[in-house]
């Protein structure tokens, strides 16, 4: 692999100013793999512009080798390996160890880090009185930030951003804590006692087993769910410099700790442009309710007065298909068998209106596909996860990719503080005015 991004190219760049024109040379830096990216770090100090760029659509914020995107063929790669091929082949944890360390483990690396991540899921037992602060009936997501931000005021000793092994024992304490956090989360909810993880079970059965069991009564994890589960897990560990993991970094940029930084990119994740659209999918499928009133849906997506989108369509990569919303499809339908559902409504709808979307001109011409949401939700509601669950199962696959992300960022030489600047549109200068003299 090319260690150094090369820089042979340049780019040309003249700014025109009362008909006189100057010209400077910008640098063009070449990847390994994706579009080059033209570097205006010493634009401002060389011609007094800034770059405007809202919403980021053309703008690279740093270096990256952990995932790699191509939006136009369908191609997500977690540090070279095609999604589709760890969907099948490896699990949740192996596919931590490989975002985190750049390649994948050894045997012996491998029962090592899964010994690591299972004997740091406990919590600190002060955090189930912290719970009992929060209304019963708090959105999951609100009670996530709440939790994990406050997990730097339990784990004082990983705190030290400058030292690798606590940037290691956070990230670790992260990976393995969110299942039992999104877990008590849930179970505080329902007003049921919190289920304490178990050390002998692998990680997505661990999740379940502390979701859906009582100490009432044993529970034995469906295999197949476990497996699901896992998958799910994988699809969403990372992906590239979105919403919540560009926030983890800029708050990261400032030295702010890595629990505060992930209850950050917590924060990001819950809207539903980003990882709150699986929930919106299903609450969007639930209102259209039957195949007849598709249309109506797909002339409200269409029309630009009204603020509606179809969920889970659309994505601001991929523009030819989502390679995460293929093996989501698939596994959508081993658990629907799996559990013997012949006859899912919502599932028979969400098909109808991907088929009616994607002969629609409107979808084909903007590029619109089906996301990784459009089935996520209804894989976890026949696993029998509440909606309000959804996004904090996401949160729980991302934190993966976000202390990835975050450990890139704190180990780059380059590395500063993120502050953009902007385009001022305000008044100029003016006086104060005192009150009485204002009408
Ligand atoms: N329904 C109807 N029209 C849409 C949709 C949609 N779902 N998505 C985009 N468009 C239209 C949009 O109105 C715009 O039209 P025009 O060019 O005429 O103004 C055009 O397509 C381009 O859209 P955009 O909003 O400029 O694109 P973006 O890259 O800023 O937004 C997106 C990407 C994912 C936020 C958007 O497609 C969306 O809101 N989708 C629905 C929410 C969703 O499913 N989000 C999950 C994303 S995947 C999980 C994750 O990574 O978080």
Redo the contacts with the bound molecule.
Sequence with gaps: MNDKPSTEKTATYTLTDNGTGRTFELPVIQGTCGPDVIDVRKLYAETGCFTYDP?YTSTGSCESKITFIDGEEGILLYRGYPIDELAENSDFLEVCYLLLYGELPTLEQKQKFEHDIIYHTMLHEQINYFFRGFRRDSHPMAVMCGVVGALSAFYHDSLEISDPKHRMVASYRLIAKMPTIAAMAYKFSLGQPFVYPRNDLSYPENFLYMMFSTPCEPYKVNPVLARAMDRILILHAD?EQ?ASTSTVRLAGSSGANPFACIAAGIASLWG????G?NEAVLNMLQEIGSRDRIPEYIKR??DKDDPF????????VYKNFDPRAKVMEKTCHEVLDELGVRDEPLLDLAIELERIALEDDYFVQ?K?YP???FYSGIILRAMGIPTSMFTVLFAVARTVGWVAQWNEMIEDPSQKIGRPRQLYIGHTKRRYKPLHKRD
């Design positions: 919403g992906h979105n539903p442009a980003h990882g659209a997506a269409k989108r179809l969920m889970g369509f659309g994505h601001r903007k619109l996301n990784v949401d």
